[in-house]
Each structure stands twice: as structure tokens, then as C-alpha cells.
């Protein structure tokens, strides 16, 4: 499939902002950025996710599946974000399999949606 | 625009169930499907939005549109709810001007999602 993993590069995860430093989003995305893509999805910037009391938050999408957000992430979580991105899109409908989820995602979800109509 | 209404009939919002009485997401179904219908927004029962700690939950969506995940809601919310699910269904985008927005909505947003890619 063709997923998208959206990360919102305005979460400030608690910090107050300083001048001249990224917030915690951005390096969020920075380092998903910099590490191995995971297979079959787009990383993509997105401004504010509207999860902001349990940031920084990331969104897992495709057409006709279920989407995912998830919450309280850091850059220490790169590799199983990119992981689970790539379960993610490996699947037809959006749903992995509990077991194959990285712990971040079993524990850490904020929400999911259903696949949009057509 | 054509938008549908998720509801978490799963959803027991912190409550012990009890047996022969519906849990708090069933109830919050039950009360929106009684209430008067809003326009272009049809309402449709999910099983779990993942949203657990945070329920009920309710979920608006749309083709081509930002999608809204709102949790901490009960029955005495349906009359905001409609109203809003109203509001988002009378926008192009999905994206209601915020005073535009009920209370419920602007201070119980879980997340949001961007516009799935065709």
C-alpha cells in the first residue's frame, strides 16, 4: 500500500520552546528522516495533529485503511516508529496483527479511524 | 460534503461493567442515533477507537477531508455533538473556523488526521 506517516514538527512535548532550538517535533521528524525509510510509506510534516497534551505525535494513513495516531513519542523511538510504519504498510487494511506492533504502538495510541468512505 | 459520525459503542469510559446494562459508548450511540439527525452527517457505530483511556470517543470524518478524533464524552453531550458533526459537515475541508466550534470540540480534541492521498 501506499501509507504516509504523518509527523507533526509543532508538538513541543511539555518543553517550553527556546530561540534558535527545533521543538521536539521537529527533531522528531529530523531523525525519522535520517533513518532507513520504511518500506512502501511517505514521511511527511504536518502542523499540529491536535494531540498536543500527549505529544509528539505521529499519524499512520493509507486509502480505504484504518489510520492510527500515536502519542508521548521521542526521537529515542525512531526505529520502532520505522518499524511499525512499515507493518503498517505491509498490511491491506491498516490493521497489524497486536502481537507484530512495536510496544510504542500497543501502549502509547491515542486514537485510530476507521477507512473513509468512498 | 458527505461525513460520517463514528461513535465507540465499546467505549466504557472508566466504568465497571455491569451485566444487562449497556456500556457508556452503547448509551452515547443510543443518544445520538434519538436525537434529530445532523445534515449530510451520517452516524455509525465502531468498535473501539482506540481511544480508551480518554472515552467515549466519537470520530468525524469525510472523503478528502481533515478527520477529528473527541474523547471525555457522554449523554449530555449529543446536543454539541450534532452541532458540531453539523458544522464540520457544512465545511469543504473539514476544517471548522475555531470559535466556530463547540466547547466539547476545542477543548477535547484527542487528534486529528490530514486528508487521506488519493
Known amino acids: 500500500?501506499?501509507?504516509?506517516?504523518?509527523?507533526?514538527?509543532?508538538?513541543?512535548?511539555?518543553?517550553?520552546?527556546?530561540?534558535?532550538?527545533?521543538?521536539?517535533?521537529?527533531?522528531l521528524y529530523a531523525a525519522l528522516m535520517s533513518a532507513p525509510p520504511p518500506e512502501g510509506v511517505a514521511i511527511a510534516p504536518v502542523e499540529c495533529l491536535s494531540a498536543c497534551s500527549n505529544g509528539c505525535a505521529v499519524a499512520l494513513s493509507a486509502p480505504g485503511c484504518w489510520s492510527y495516531v500515536y502519542g508521548r513519542l521521542g526521537v529515542d523511538d525512531v526505529t520502532p516508529i520505522i518499524e511499525g510504519a512499515a507493518a503498517y504498510a505491509a498490511t491491506t487494511d491498516g490493521l497489524v496483527p497486536w502481537r507484530e506492533r512495536p510496544q510504542i504502538f500497543r501502549r502509547q495510541s491515542l486514537a485510530r479511524l476507521p477507512p473513509q468512505e468512498r
Open 1 to 27: 500500500m501506499n501509507a504516509t506517516l504523518f509527523v507533526c514538527t509543532t508538538c513541543r512535548a511539555g518543553e517550553t520552546p527556546v530561540e534558535g532550538k527545533p521543538v521536539a517535533g521537529a527533531r
